[in-house]
């Protein structure tokens, strides 16, 4: 079946380290997310992408890039991590086609702890 | 940009009851109008959405109801099952922002036997 993964599914980091969250899928969707989630705060958009050529800031993109190296392919970088972005972080995708829905699809999630 | 309030933040029901999740939303714009469901260590899944033409939706159980003039949109659930227990998420499209989702605190569900 057609799905988005995500590696890695846990990480424990420390401070002031980079680390790589990536996510890839094989729905053949154009369009790409990266949200965060704490408990109480619902799914918090860092980033989102159209298109490989396209890159947009969510609402709490600040300390976080990203890069769409290929259709399929989304990755989301904590350039030096700190406690505060101790969370789940989860990848989804959509699809733009002419008369398609505008459901998301989520991924399983990325457990990030940073001590 | 659009803003999404989602009332109660937790809900408790005996099983067999009906349970009704609220949200309301700025932008008069927004079009689009999911729910998903998070159940405990899983990844959020769309239960059922609704766009801005029609004012109710059902499948079995669950139902959603849009009042565009008030701009808040529901989620019904009748008949409640213990495995209805999960976090429920409510959204909505911009209108001005194609595509892009903003989602409420989300409201923690718990059906008890």
């Known amino acids: 079946d057609a799905d988005v993964t995500q590696t890695p599914r846990n990480r424990i980091t420390k401070t002031g380290k980079r680390i790589m969250l990536e996510c890839s899928q094989t729905?053949?969707?154009?369009?790409m997310y990266w949200y965060r989630q704490d408990p109480g705060l619902g799914l918090r958009l860092i980033y989102y992408?159209?298109?490989?050529?396209?890159?947009n800031k969510g609402e709490i993109s600040d300390g976080y890039s990203v890069s769409r190296q290929a259709q399929a392919k989304f990755s989301l970088s904590l350039e030096s991590a700190i406690p505060n972005q101790t969370a789940l972080y989860f990848c989804?995708?959509?699809?733009?086609?002419?008369?398609?829905?505008?459901?998301?699809?989520f991924g399983p999630g990325t457990r990030l702890t940073v001590l | 940009g659009e803003n999404v309030e989602q009332h109660p933040s937790t809900l408790s029901v005996q099983e067999g009851d009906s349970a009704v999740i609220k949200c309301t939303y700025s932008?008069?714009?927004?079009?689009?109008f999911p729910w998903y469901k998070q159940e405990l260590g899983k990844r959020p899944q769309l239960i059922i959405d609704?766009?801005?033409?029609?004012g109710e939706k059902k499948d079995q159980r669950i139902a959603v109801t849009l009042n565009k003039t008030a701009k808040h949109f529901s989620l019904h659930i009748t008949e409640t099952q213990p495995e209805d227990s999960a976090v429920y998420f409510c959204?909505?499209?911009?209108?001005?922002?194609?595509?892009?989702?903003?989602f409420g605190r989300g409201t923690q569900l718990t059906v008890w036997p």
């Open positions: 989804a995708t959509s699809d733009s086609g002419q008369g398609r829905a505008f459901e998301q699809f």
């Open positions: 729905k053949g969707h154009d369009r």
């Open positions: 992408s159209f298109d490989v050529k396209d890159i």
């Open positions: 932008d008069s714009a927004s079009n689009y």
């Open positions: 609704i766009r801005s033409n029609v």
């Open positions: 959204a909505a499209r911009g209108g001005s922002t194609l595509g892009r989702l903003y």
